[in-house]
């Protein structure tokens, strides 16, 4: 069993619209959270870290974290066609230097 | 931003052959990863390394070596190739001083055993 599951596999949004994405992980060891972004034919490219519980926002994004729970999860505002790509969620624990990915999650923004 | 080159872009390989893919950082990071993405599973680790000489093993290293000649240089050896091991390679790399350093990623190895 995977240890950070992401919900749902795939989300489609029309163009402006608001795309959320969950994850939540299994494992309460796990403190540090990532959210990495891939866009076909390249590798996935960090799109925001979160460690605090509350949110964190950074433009159009918005991560919120809720450790009691172990869920994290993103919030795409005004989402672009140019967003449409894989989301992972990762997690890393206190001290530890192994990343783990949940499976992703494929979002497609329609004009 | 953080470079990592990975070499080949695409490789096809039959059953029982012996493959080498070949992933270059040039921001002295300490820490190297080997990923392979499948569809469903995401991105499961193979090996990691902190460091030139350094191997530590991953979540999935069954059929796999690697080996750190460099702190740039990280090698992942697929000595007698599987159908299973088609999949998508990736390398990262991470200047982890602590446990909150982000990965920066190659462009992905392709690799196909027939």
């Known amino acids: 069993q995977q240890k950070v599951q992401q919900s749902p596999e795939s989300l489609s949004v029309p163009e402006g619209g608001m795309a959320s994405l969950n994850c939540t992980s299994s494992d309460r060891n796990f403190q540090y959270f990532w959210w990495y972004r891939q866009h076909s034919g390249e590798g996935p490219k960090a799109l925001m870290?979160?460690?605090?519980?509350g949110d964190k926002k950074e433009g159009r994004f918005t991560a919120h974290l809720n450790k009691a729970s172990l869920h994290v999860s993103l919030h795409i505002r005004d989402s672009q066609p140019s967003d449409s790509a894989l989301y992972f969620c990762a997690a890393i624990r206190t001290g530890g230097y192994k990343v783990v990915f949940g499976s992703g999650t494929r979002l497609l923004v329609s004009p | 931003e953080a470079a990592v080159t990975q070499s080949p872009r695409n490789k096809v390989t039959v059953t029982g052959g012996n493959v080498t893919l070949s992933c270059r950082q040039t921001n002295s990071h300490n820490y190297m990863y080997w990923y392979r993405q499948d569809t469903g599973h995401g991105l499961r680790l193979i090996h990691y390394?902190?460091?030139?000489?350094?191997?530590q093993i991953g979540d999935v290293p069954d059929g796999y070596k690697a080996t750190r000649t460099t702190q740039e240089d990280f090698f992942l050896l697929l000595e007698l190739a599987s159908p299973s091991q088609t999949s998508l390679y990736f390398c990262a790399s991470s200047d982890a001083g602590d446990s909150a350093e982000t990965l920066y990623f190659g462009s992905g190895t392709r690799l196909t055993v027939l």
């Open positions: 390394s902190y460091g030139a000489g350094n191997l």
């Open positions: 870290s979160i460690f605090s519980d």
